[in-house]
């Protein structure tokens, strides 16, 4: 099917809502990692988000070159062409942009969707994030408010971040403290700028222990139960008839079934997902490396075996293991089986 466009994305993020399940985020960095995440989603049948990160936008335009925007348009160019082959919808999306890499990245982006919007065209992508963790919240939300009017202004949906994440993200890394766990006036503070939809629709991801990276079940401590605390809480402030905020759940490897459930529940519509698929993409690769050692190597001037040291041959392993783990997210997250028909 043809990528989202701005209104089907928002159909998507309702249906999320409505349902009580969340999409799996995929972050990728090349083509094939793209291709595997729209097998995984077809193989759960759920539609889904992937996702860039600076680094990984870098890496689309070539390691030796790393023009972000050139990147950026170029995955978002790939995944139109290769989407349509897939019976669900995607959308796209630019992720973690921390306050220094703004101007040459996510605002250049959307200012470039603003004209092509102005054109009677479609952005390329359909939301954006603005990792304002690492600075003080009024700040975080100062900025949040331009990013808003610019996101409105070129037809997508703005991604905040109101709390700190522990670990390390693109260069940014957050220590493991108590500062992990955002609290009702923060989420208060985030409606006073933002507004309630009013202004322009933005989803949020509120920190309740999250910590980027790969750790053993229980080294992070989730409190996942506090996202219903401040929902019911805000819900109540502004004496609304619904919950405020559409959430987003970072940095959940390790995570268990429990915890993401529990999220999920308390309002979660979108989980990220890029460490796990990393290790699963890369896995099937090693295993297949050592149990073909003699055909990928030329080893004592032989000529190996080319069907073994094809790209192709260790590719297609990689991409069944990493789709195989999409496929798990959905599952963890209730979305299987949700895709718009």
């Known amino acids: 099917m043809p990528i989202a466009t701005p209104e089907v994305y928002n159909e998507m993020l309702d249906r999320a809502r ?23 989603f077809a193989d759960a049948e759920s539609d889904g988000i992937i996702q860039v990160s600076v680094g990984g936008a870098e890496y689309w335009s070539g390691s030796s070159v790393k023009d972000r925007i050139a990147g950026s348009l170029a995955m978002a160019a790939y995944a139109r062409e290769v989407a349509k082959n897939y019976p669900v919808t995607v959308a796209l999306h630019t992720d973690h942009c921390a306050k220094q890499n703004l101007e040459s990245w996510t605002e250049q982006l959307m200012g470039l969707e603003v004209e092509e919007v102005k054109a009677g065209r479609l952005p390329w992508y359909q939301s954006h994030m603005f990792d ?3 600075i003080p919240l009024d700040e975080n939300l100062e900025i949040a408010q331009r990013l808003l009017d610019l996101a409105v202004r070129s037809h997508t949906v703005l991604e905040v971040e109101i709390g700190a994440v522990g670990g390390e993200e693109d260069g940014v ?66 004496k609304l008839d619904h919950r405020p905020f559409d959430l987003v759940m970072h ?8 915890e993401i459930a529990t999220a999920v529940a308390n309002g979660v519509i979108k989980m ?68 718009i028909k």
Request: avoid cysteine; proline fraction near 3%.
């Open 173 to 238: 890394t957050g220590e493991i403290n108590d500062k992990l766990y955002t609290t009702t006036a923060d989420a208060i503070k985030t409606v006073e700028a933002l507004g309630l939809g009013e202004k322009g629709r933005y989803i949020t991801a509120l920190t309740f222990g999250n910590v980027h990276g790969a750790y053993k079940p229980g080294f992070v401590k989730l409190r996942p139960e506090i996202l219903g605390t401040i929902q019911e809480e805000v819900q109540a402030h502004y």
């Open 18 to 40: 409505d349902g009580g399940f969340a999409y799996p985020a995929i972050n990728v960095t090349s083509s094939q990692t793209l291709t595997a995440a729209l097998r995984g």
């Open 272 to 339: 990220n997902v890029d460490t796990d698929t990393q290790y699963a993409f890369t896995r099937p690769v090693a295993d297949w490396m050592f149990k073909n050692y003699d055909g990928v190597l030329k080893i004592d001037g032989e000529v190996g075996v080319k069907k073994q040291y094809d790209p192709r041959a260790w590719g297609k392993a990689a991409e069944t293991g990493m789709a195989a783990r999409v496929v798990e997210a959905a599952e963890r997250l209730g979305a299987v089986g949700t895709k």
């Open 251 to 258: 940095g959940g490897s390790g995570s268990t079934d429990t």
């Open 132 to 134: 304002g963790s690492a």
